[in-house]
């Protein structure tokens, strides 16, 4: 999205698209988020209880790590590995780190936002007509923003996507209907979503551009 195919960050494009994105999370928060989100709940279905559960930070963690353990696992039967720095030399640029990273960050950054936010769920919405901010909160009930199943799925298949663009619009596609999934499920706001979006497309770049910086100074 804002990487180039020489590795290089567009950061002012970067830029941009940040600030278009907060002017759409304030519009969601103050407008929109109510009205889109009951029109969006009409189209819930078994389908979105799949990607609940397939696309949760859990299932990304684990498929990505025993990803990244069995690479580690080939490599060191190949004697490529004597040590845990020569590890994450020699891995730090492979697809599987690379995925694993980004998911890894994806969800650092989303456990920290959604305490310091504090957001109320839409469950409060449609049980009491109460919407809000009461941060900072460890309780699930009140971290709603942003979604954590988009950015962390964004995170993950935009590298993917990266990784493999002949696949890109697969993987892109997927990751628009996990976010959707998300509203028509009944767990977050259209703005968790885009601000869930942006973030995870974010930092699938930055980890990429990092990572393949890091192994050309080698």
Do not use: C, H, Y
């Given at each position: 999205?804002?990487?180039?195919?020489?590795?290089?960050i567009k950061w002012k494009k970067m830029g941009v698209a940040a600030s278009i994105t907060f002017v759409l999370v304030l519009l969601g928060i103050f407008w929109f988020d109510k009205p889109l989100f009951t029109f969006i709940r009409e189209f819930d279905c078994g389908l979105w209880r799949l990607f609940d559960?397939?696309?949760?930070?859990?299932?990304?963690f684990i498929v990505s790590f025993i990803a990244a353990a069995l690479l580690c696992v080939k490599k060191y039967l190949k004697?490529?590995?004597?040590?845990?720095?020569?590890?994450?030399?020699?891995?730090?640029s492979s697809h599987a780190f690379l995925i694993f990273y980004s998911i890894l960050s994806a969800?650092?950054?989303?456990?920290?936002?959604k305490t310091i936010i504090g957001r109320a769920r839409p469950i409060f919405f449609?049980?009491?007509?109460?919407?809000?901010?009461?941060?900072?909160?460890?309780?699930?009930a009140f971290n709603s923003m942003p979604s954590g199943h988009t950015i962390i799925s964004f995170a993950g298949l935009v590298m993917i996507g990266m990784l493999a663009p002949k696949y890109k619009w697969f993987t892109w596609t997927l990751a628009i209907l996990v976010g959707?999934?998300?509203?028509?499920f009944g767990a977050h706001w259209p703005s968790d979503v885009i601000l869930g979006a942006f973030l995870g497309m974010v930092i699938a770049d930055?980890?990429?551009?990092y990572m393949?910086?890091?192994s050309e100074q080698k």
């Open positions: 999205m804002f990487l180039t195919k020489d590795n290089q559960v397939f696309f949760s930070a859990k299932m990304w004697s490529e590995i004597s040590g845990i720095r020569d590890l994450f030399v020699k891995t730090k969800g650092i950054v989303v456990k920290i936002l449609a049980a009491l007509d109460m919407t809000g901010f009461f941060p900072p909160s460890f309780d699930w959707f999934s998300r509203i028509a930055i980890v990429k551009w393949l910086k890091k």
